[in-house]
DNA sequence: CTGAAAGCGCTTACAG
DNA sequence: CTGAAAGCGCTTACAG
């Protein structure tokens, strides 16, 4: 029994005006007269008329809608930086006029999530997608790039890239760099890591960042502490237990992928015993929403999330309002905050 | 230069059909023999056609889209919780093949916001609207019913109500009444309540259900210790700081409107030297994500907030689905959850 | 400055 | 069982 609105002929009919004349005042156009604007935008008013947005579509518009598509390798959903990611797409597409239509990917390999994907697309219910969490290069979304798709992704190599893409990143070597100099700094030479997901450019990044600042201070790279991981605080948990087991020397300090893998880590270490920072520092990577209030509250690098998706936000909704695609990319710093993780030696 | 997909002309022409015929196997019609259906189908799936959404929407087809609307008194976003809520709607419809269009709603007064939400049912966006955080019986939310919207919502009363309208709730009363029982048996006579916004139906069940339990009980209900809330960290660790000044007696166990309110209230009274459970017991609701991991760990309400939006999505995707307009209610009971925060006495 | 008309890509009675 | 046709509610050249 739902009313429906009133619509573009009605309001003609009652402006004293055609269709298109309507049409004009409802998309600003500038040959329009401010009396006749006025008399339509009365009606308009009065009646709370609001365009249907699919026969706007079909004739053309955008939809003014993007997709958010949030691969969870895991530890996505329910991860509180995840969330934070997906109210800021939320909030600035909504300040910019535009909606977000959210899909949660549980497996990239999945071929029903993926057709899932590609079929916001093909439906037209997107003018665009952002994408969190994929692989470096994963190659479904390379094939909508190539499909001429609207893109935007966090963490990507920035080769081989093409119009319609939007790519940002953060500056993860430099964010390791600070990582290693602080340590330095503190007097510990003997310093390990516990790598990200490798397959994600992320992970790719900080490891090679950690790779260039241990050159750079002289410092040995050791395999026995070099640990994989995934990002996930499970994976912290389980290569510190390893590492221990191995019993080969420990490192005086450890870089965490992220702050999640860092929490697992000191979940390994005080279930043996050892304290942090006492017999091992600690650095995380994101300054995780726990992180602060964490026992100990942990020396991360701070990560700008919502600066981030702004930016990727704004740049992608300027792409399908000018109906251009060109390729952009962006790259964010990190801030080392000093907490009580890490101790001098 | 977006490569547009195929039309259901084309795969018309291609099969040796006509376009009816194309729409009748994709909307499953059952008067297609299935020797044309098969030649359909293997067009379909050889050139990837899926249909456009606007054109269907426009020809009378649902949009399959449901709105997910999150009000924000200061305390929605950014919080764990909504976020979990959020991410259960998106994957509940998206396992029954519906889409989700979040808006973050920060004042729920904000006249441009209420527009927005209107719009998003007269542009025909969307199917039907859930909407999270809305104060009991919110005067536009209860207009859009009126007007035969769709809506499904958490924590409303249940009087007044009409087709069209879902109503999901907690068992509050029985909550508050596990948390009072828990406290009486531990030999707590003096027991408080920092109440939650009173404007939200849950905060007035919670409260109701309280009182209840105290006169069961035959316990006193002593205004001093009955404390103002908004079910937010700060206003937990406002109303522990006030009683705290008052320099009346102090409660032996105070019972929280949320765990947020806990936390805070946890650090009032850590800020004064007061310990809990030692200085007092306290019995947060929610649990939330990180009551487990608090100091002390919080005895709460478990509340199955997944639970919850899985059915509420799952009623209102149903309605949209049959194209019915009925009343729908559900309540979900909480499970008392004993961990550090209380002690006998 | 403005209207009549074509077209967007579907669905669904209506006929047969 | 199936096609021709009307209709969904807009936008936008095209004429004037």
Redesign the pocket.
Known sequence: VKR??????A??RLA?????????V??N?????????DKVMAVIKQYN????A???V????RTRTIGLFMIDAGHVTGDLLSNLLLAAVIEHASELGHYVLTRIIRDAQDEEAIRGVRDMFYQ?RIDGGIFIGAANREPFIEDLLDEGCLIGVVDRELSEIRAGCIVANFDNEDGMRQAVEHLHQMGHRKIGIVKGDMNRYSGQTKFAGFQAAMREFRLELRSEWILPGSFSEESGYLALNKLLDSGSELPTAMIMANDSVAFGAIRALESRGLNVPRDMSLIGFDDHPLSARFQPSLTTLKVDFNRMMEQLTALMIRQIEEQERSFASFSIRNELLRRNSCRAI
């Open positions: 429906k609105g009133i619509d573009a002929e309001v003609a004293g005006v055609s269709r298109s004349t309507v049409s004009r409802v998309n156009y500038s040959n329009v007269p401010p009396a006749t604007r008329y609001v365009p249907n699919s026969a706007q079909l004739a053309g518009k037209r």
